[in-house]
């Protein structure tokens, strides 16, 4: 699909499936199988027309049993139940039918499995966001974002960030906006650095500062949620930066929404799932 800047908008009422977009997650492994479902259910509330999740083949039934309107695809995998390097062509084989892609959420760090995300990395023709384990395969390896060709968003935390510029969280902290516009110019990537007032940064040196979100974020799987709201509007045709800053102000909304009812010490990655659909209309 083209990309462009334009925001989502009402449907057409010749509208089908193809029109918004078809997005492949590879996510999930032994004991991280929620990771793959939030960030697969959030792409189809965030208006995907179509979400293929790819998943170490044996706990394929389980995410058949978990999500119903994702199609699931089950690849080869390691005697840990990790992606195996050997699931790279059943990966490329398929690459034509999809319009964006989500690499990390629940992957692990098994290093055959690393070794399947830089193989990845480097050969891959659509548009793509890496967060969480895709985000770790880097450490120590950033030279692999050279090989990347296509429009690459990364999504860590401040300690994925940390990690990656072998710096201490807090000297993150502390120069948060610097770091995430440095670290999007000198790979030519979008960065999303997360955290109270998640910082969006280009290429080109521009920066979002996000407002919307709540401490009651600060728990396992929002991550992934947000993961799969980009990976959605970038297959909907919405360029990179946009897609980015759209998301997190979305994410953030959705939150904001939720804790109104659950409070902020309840509040769970799924309750920011379930109030997707108001924070959209609110949003667009």
């Keep these: 699909m083209n990309k ?22 590879l996510a999930g492994s032994a004991g991280l199988t929620g990771a793959a479902y939030l960030t697969s259910q959030a792409s189809l509330l965030s208006g995907s027309g179509l979400v293929t999740l790819g998943i170490p083949k044996s706990l394929n039934s389980i995410m058949e049993v978990k999500l119903t309107e994702v199609m699931t695809k089950p690849l080869a995998e390691t005697k840990d139940l990790t992606l195996s390097l050997r699931a790279f062509w059943q990966i490329r084989s398929t690459l034509a039918q999809f319009d964006a892609l989500a690499i990390g959420p629940g992957l692990s760090e098994h290093p055959e499995t690393k070794k399947l995300v830089h193989k990845l990395l480097s050969s891959l023709s659509k548009p793509l966001v890496l967060d969480a384990d895709g985000i770790n395969a880097l450490v120590g390896n950033l030279k692999v974002l050279n090989k990347v060709k296509v429009e690459l968003i990364i999504t860590p935390h401040p300690g994925e960030m940390a990690r990656l510029l072998n710096l ?9 906006s610097k770091i995430a516009k440095d670290f999007a110019k000198k790979y030519k990537l979008v960065v999303v650095l997360k955290g109270h007032r998640s910082v969006v940064a280009n290429r080109a040196g521009e920066i979002y500062i996000n407002k919307t979100g709540n401490p009651g974020m600060a728990s396992g799987g929002c991550g992934d949620v947000l993961t799969g ?17 759209l998301a997190v102000y979305v994410h953030g909304l959705a939150a904001d929404i939720a804790v109104k009812e659950n409070g902020e010490i309840s509040l769970i990655a799924t309750d920011i799932l379930d109030k997707l659909p108001q924070a959209l209309k609110k949003a667009i």
Excluded at 168 to 176: D, E, G, H, S, T
């Design 4 to 25: 462009s800047n334009r925001i989502l908008s009402n449907r057409r009422l010749n509208s089908h499936k193809g029109d918004y977009g078809h997005v492949f997650i």
């Design 168 to 176: 201490k969280v807090a000297q993150i902290q502390k120069n948060r």
């Design 229 to 245: 709201i980009i990976t959605s509007f970038l297959g909907q045709g919405i360029s990179p930066f946009l897609a980015a800053k």
